[in-house]
């Protein structure tokens, strides 16, 4: 009987359903396989097979052979994409080597593990938690402390409109909507802002007032939000980009 080779990453923190992000070097990512898209800040590891999780030492450890690597970033940082088959394990008694079933490769992190995630402040925040898609949440949980309202009010008037899902785009650092790309979203953590871009040119937009829409690329506009009063006029520009897509 051949060894079975398993993964081990430490401090991986779920942030919601299906979703982990952890600490992992990018040359240790790309040793999990081949991969072709190197941009963007995080690593990103699709886990398609049943993982085990132990709460006790915030320890992931699946099948290397069950995962994809969708991209490898130019941080510290991985992203684990799942469809939640996990089993959750209690740390067990040390155990002599010979004792051990099976053989692990383990990639402990120097990195001090990540707080856990702050409970919702209020039910509003509770429920869109909830109601949001994996893309959505991933978008919300790279978002800085300081930009969360902001990000969260934006998608919350966007989903009520637009059933969507956001999917994160490494080789630009964006997220763009699906099934259909008529609204895109980059965080720009320097100047706290998000810079929207949405189909059709400046002149297909009824300006609005406090946001100057500008001439982007492949016929896109773009504009900038960083204020909770320019949420209403953002919306009304993502919604005319939608008509720019019929």
Partial sequence: MGLKVTITIDGAKRIEQGLWKATLKPEEAATLGECNSTSGPFSVLLLESTFDYDLQTQSLTFDPNASRLLNI?????????????????????????AARKGKSREFRPKAPLAAAPAKAENTSEIELSNALSTGDKLFLSELPAEMRSLGEQLLSEVRKEFPGELCYEPRAAKFDETPEIFWTVKIQPQDKSLRITVRG?????KQTAGIRVELDKFGYSFFTLSQPEQVQGALSLIRQGRINML
Avoid: H, M, N, Y
């Fill in 73 to 97: 970033g130019s941080t510290d940082q991985v992203i684990l994409l799942s469809g939640e088959t996990v089993r959750a394990v209690k740390t067990a008694a040390a155990a002599p080597a």
């Fill in 201 to 205: 040119t400046p002149e297909s937009f």
